[in-house]
T-cell receptor, first 109, second 116 residues
Framework: GQNIDQPTEMTATEGAIVQINCTYQTSGFNGLFWYQQHAGEAPTFLSY??LDGLEEKGRFSSFLSRSKGYSYLLLKELQMKDSASYLC??????????WGAGTKLIIKP | GAVVSQHPSWVICKSGTSVKIECRSLDFQATTMFWYRQFPKQSLMLMAT?????????EQGVEKDKFLINHASLTLSTLTVTSAHPEDSSFYIC????????????FGPGTRLTVT
């Protein structure tokens, strides 16, 4: 079966750095996404990785290792507004998005 | 950027009634739209793929007679939850593929359905 694992909840301090991990087992791979979702709202796109390595975009970076079936989202200089759920999703061989359950990130002052 | 809207943003209905949710692409044409359902603290689950001018493709386990999808134009797809029950209470989200790449989706703001 297809499976995406990410921690249920993480807590970090304002101004700090946090890394949210995601491991996946899917039938084929056509890329991995990270989305941010605030409570009661739709997801918003953060990043897309299809090749191994690190993609940096401002305070957010995303890393992919296809051989390990592993990705992480790195958030730097955390702000209170970063409190949200972060969803990992993989595009499988049929170009269907398989979603993780999301990691709820709590930022404390 | 491309914008997808949903209406209503929230709705409360009585058990046994039907509810229609609209998904519109505001500044682009979408031949395909996706309908997701998300229960609290759970992942998004794809319910169906809506195709303009043809029948929707439903995911396994989703009752096509209960969740009616119509994609009558290039900017509008509708999801009708028929004979709603309390277990249908959920967050329903639609999305449309990006015009510029094959992998990004534009999400609507979601519709919170509560069935009493």
């Amino acid at each position: 079966g297809q499976n995406i694992d990410q921690p249920t909840e993480m807590t970090a301090t304002e101004g700090a750095i946090v890394q949210i991990n995601c491991t996946y087992q899917t039938s084929g791979f056509n890329g991995l996404f990270w989305y941010q979702q605030h409570a009661g709202e739709a997801p918003t796109f953060l990043s897309y990785n299809v090749l191994d390595g690190l993609e940096e975009k401002g305070r957010f970076s995303s890393f992919l290792s296809r051989s390990k079936g592993y990705s992480y989202l790195l958030l730097k200089e955390l702000q209170m507004k970063d409190s949200a759920s972060y969803l990992c999703a993989v595009l499988d061989s049929n170009y269907q998005l398989i979603w993780g359950a999301g990691t709820k990130l709590i930022i404390k002052p | 950027g491309a914008v997808v809207s949903q209406h209503p943003s929230w709705v409360i209905c009585k058990s046994g009634t039907s509810v229609k949710i609209e998904c519109r692409s505001l500044d682009f044409q979408a031949t395909t739209m996706f309908w997701y359902r998300q229960f609290p603290k759970q992942s998004l689950m794809l319910m169906a793929t809506s195709n303009e001018g043809s029948k929707a493709t439903y995911e396994q386990g989703v009752e096509k007679d209960k969740f009616l999808i119509n994609h009558a134009s290039l900017t509008l797809s509708t999801l009708t939850v028929t004979s709603a029950h309390p277990e249908d209470s959920s967050f329903y989200i639609c999305s449309a593929p990006s015009l510029h790449n094959s992998y990004e989706q534009y999400f609507g703001p979601g519709t919170r359905l509560t069935v009493t």
